[in-house]
């Protein structure tokens, strides 16, 4: 009887873990991924935003961020003056972490299968690694300001 209930915790808390966060809105920066929320509580450095409802309606340079438009995508673009925020590769981050640089990395949910990506810094407050799928994952909750 232990072994049926814990098989159906286990089955339970893998299957919340992986739910995506309806809440998250992704924003792609110079081809860096950060949140709305994020931008929205660093708004010195934006010029402009344009908001994509879904994925059909992503440009070009934007396709490949295509699996982060469910609720929409924004596309953020800095003040000349600002520069940029500090940005580092999901690889680069699996690597400090003790993961193979490849290794999916899931942030609110959403896998990211190619960890060339970068995210800003800020994205990366809540990180820990986890199993997810059998496999040692860094898991990353955007902060909610």
Same mark, same amino acid.
């Given at each position: 009887m232990k072994k049926i209930l814990y098989s159906l915790l286990l089955v339970a808390s893998v299957s919340v873990f992986a739910q995506k966060n309806p809440s998250t809105k992704f924003a792609i920066a110079n081809?860096?991924?950060?949140?709305?929320a994020m931008f929205d509580a660093?708004?010195?450095?934006?010029q402009s935003v344009n908001m994509f409802k879904n994925s059909a309606a992503l440009p070009q340079d934007l396709k490949k961020f295509s699996f982060l438009?469910?609720?929409?995508?924004?596309? @953020?673009?800095?003040?000349? %003056?600002?520069?940029?925020?500090?940005?580092?590769?999901? &690889?680069? !981050?699996?690597?400090?972490?003790?993961?193979?640089?490849?290794?999916?990395? @899931?942030?609110?949910?959403? %896998?990211?299968?190619d960890t060339k990506i970068?995210?800003? &810094?800020? !994205?990366?407050?809540?990180?820990?690694?986890?199993?997810?799928?059998?496999k040692k994952t860094l898991v990353i909750a955007s902060p909610k300001k």
């Open positions: 081809g860096n991924v950060g949140t709305v660093n708004k010195q450095y934006v438009a469910e609720n929409g995508l924004a596309s @953020v673009k800095f003040k000349k %003056e600002y520069g940029t925020l500090d940005f580092i590769s999901l &690889a680069e !981050l699996n690597k400090q972490n003790g993961i193979a640089a490849e290794t999916p990395v @899931v942030i609110d949910g959403y %896998e990211f299968n970068n995210i800003f &810094a800020n !994205l990366m407050e809540n990180s820990e690694v986890k199993d997810y799928n059998g």
